[in-house]
């Protein structure tokens, strides 16, 4: 009997509690709701925003509004970039979510009671939390609580708005996007300018742009190389900052308190009314100077090993310092007229000679041309014939041949050797009749390249060779 009663107590006891279990899972079931939604939670003017900070992963930041500039709480002097911060609070004006959890009464079940990240909005009105919590099994949404007793699952992860490195939200210097350089000028370790003109009467070469002044007269520079050194001072990645508040003492390890060489470029570009407009920026760069020193030291040594050198620039003014990657150092320190001038002994196009005097061995010889009709053209075409004695000749090797007659080194020495070959070449040109290229034995490696009387450069006697076996070939025939 006692066993009995036991047993009908233990089910009785069994129904209460399964009854209990079920009314608490359906009370909580009524209590937590979980509903689609395309609502938008959060509408935050950024304008209205005095203050935002986050706490995400390694990113703990915080900045305030001063009047129209933003500030780094942590330092005043930290170059904020105020874009960014209105990039980032545009994503609060209308912030929705796709899934609402009302009435929730257990928020670590999403990761919220010890949330992975938190965003602070403040207005003068009022304060806004975010905190982040997990992500949901079923689609990987983040979910957000914002403070007014619903979780919102989100599609869009809040944390990828925030930047979670200061480095990212500096303001860098920028290069201006300008479309002509019309002047460069020079500072430091050189002192001269070059200066952009279309006017060819300063070259017998129409692409030849860039001029600067030597002895008193124009000469021309090679345009793809000025052309490289713009594009490198255009293309430099302004983003690898070593210090955004440089001191004197920065800048005398950095070799920027007088830079090695600065460089002044007057440019002009078109504002949005399509007015042309005149403007000029300076770019500085340096080395470190300790560093320097250590290298100096072991190549006079020999050492095998040279220790590297950081390099640095600097826009103008500003107090940020960037470290200059090692190829584009090596492209703007080059910037001596010998590094920037033509490197070909005569640049002009072939089409321009008319007629090429010869001197080889002690012999004279005339190549001579005329511009002939193409046959069967009827637009008048011509093309330039070649004659050697009155007989068609091919004139292709001599052509490449003295094209690739390059300087391994500039020089003003005197020739006192043999002449290997001289060659007077008669242009097409209002300016530059004739060009004399002498062109003197001047080691067993290399010739010395006379022009117009006046000692150029060091060009290797192979090409000079080359150059001798051209003329031959046709001479000799």
Not at 155 to 164: F, L, N, V
Not at 260 to 289: F, R
Not at 306 to 315: A, D, L, Q, S
Not at 348 to 362: H, P
Request: proline share 2%; charged share 35%; with cysteine.
């Amino acid at each position: 009997m006692k066993r009995s009663k036991k047993m009908i107590i233990l089910v009785v006891s069994l129904a209460v509690l399964l009854a209990a279990t079920f009314a608490l899972t359906m009370y909580e079931e009524k209590q937590e709701e979980i509903k689609t939604s395309d609502a938008v939670v959060l509408e935050i003017p950024k304008e209205s925003v005095t203050a935002v900070s986050w706490k995400i992963a390694d990113g703990d930041l915080a900045f305030h509004k001063e009047e129209n500039d933003w500030i780094y709480d942590n330092d005043e002097g930290f170059p904020v970039d105020k874009d960014k911060i209105e990039n980032i609070l545009s994503n609060f004006e209308s912030f929705g979510v796709s899934f609402v959890i009302e009435n929730v009464q257990d928020y670590s079940q999403y990761g919220l009671k010890n949330p992975e990240g938190t965003i602070t909005l403040t207005t003068e009105k009022q304060t806004y939390e975010l905190k982040l919590g997990d992500f949901s099994k079923m689609d990987e949404q983040r979910y957000v609580d914002i403070g007014d007793g619903n979780v919102y699952l989100v599609s869009e992860d809040p944390a990828d708005y925030m930047e979670t490195a200061l480095s990212n939200m500096i303001l860098h210097d920028e290069i201006p996007d300008y479309e002509n350089a019309a002047e460069l000028q020079f500072a430091g370790k050189e002192e001269y300018k070059i200066t952009y003109t279309e006017d060819t009467s300063y070259s017998y070469s129409e692409e030849d742009v860039y001029f600067t002044e030597k002895d008193g007269k124009k000469v021309p520079l090679d345009p793809d190389t000025v052309t490289t050194y713009l594009d490198t001072m255009k293309s430099l990645s302004l983003s690898n900052f070593v210090t955004y508040n440089a001191t004197e003492d920065d800048l005398k390890s950095f070799g920027l308190e007088e830079p090695e060489l600065s460089i002044t470029v007057n440019y002009t570009y078109t504002d949005e009314e399509e007015q042309e407009i005149k403007d000029a920026y300076v770019l500085h760069i340096g080395q470190n100077q300790e560093e320097l020193e250590e290298a100096k030291k072991a190549e006079e040594k020999e050492e095998e090993e040279i220790p590297e050198v950081t390099k640095y620039v600097r826009i103008g003014d500003s107090q940020i310092v960037y470290e200059l990657d090692d190829a584009s150092y090596d492209i703007l320190a080059a910037a001596s007229y010998d590094d920037l001038r033509h490197k070909e002994v005569f640049w002009a196009d072939s089409d321009l000679m008319t007629q090429i005097d010869i001197t080889l061995e002690g012999e004279e010889h005339i190549l001579t041309s005329k511009l002939e009709k193409d046959k069967g053209d009827e637009e008048d075409g011509k093309t330039r014939i070649w004659y050697y004695n009155e007989e068609e000749i091919e004139m292709a090797d001599v052509r490449t041949d003295l094209k690739a007659l390059l300087a391994d080194s500039f020089t003003d020495e005197k020739d006192d050797q043999k002449e290997e070959i001289s060659l007077t070449v008669y242009l097409d040109h209002e300016t530059f009749s004739q060009v004399k290229i002498e062109l003197y034995r001047y080691d067993g490696t290399f010739c010395l390249a006379v022009v117009d009387g006046e000692s150029v450069s060091l060009v290797e006697r192979s090409a000079v060779m080359e150059l001798v076996e051209a003329v031959q070939t046709i001479v000799l025939n």
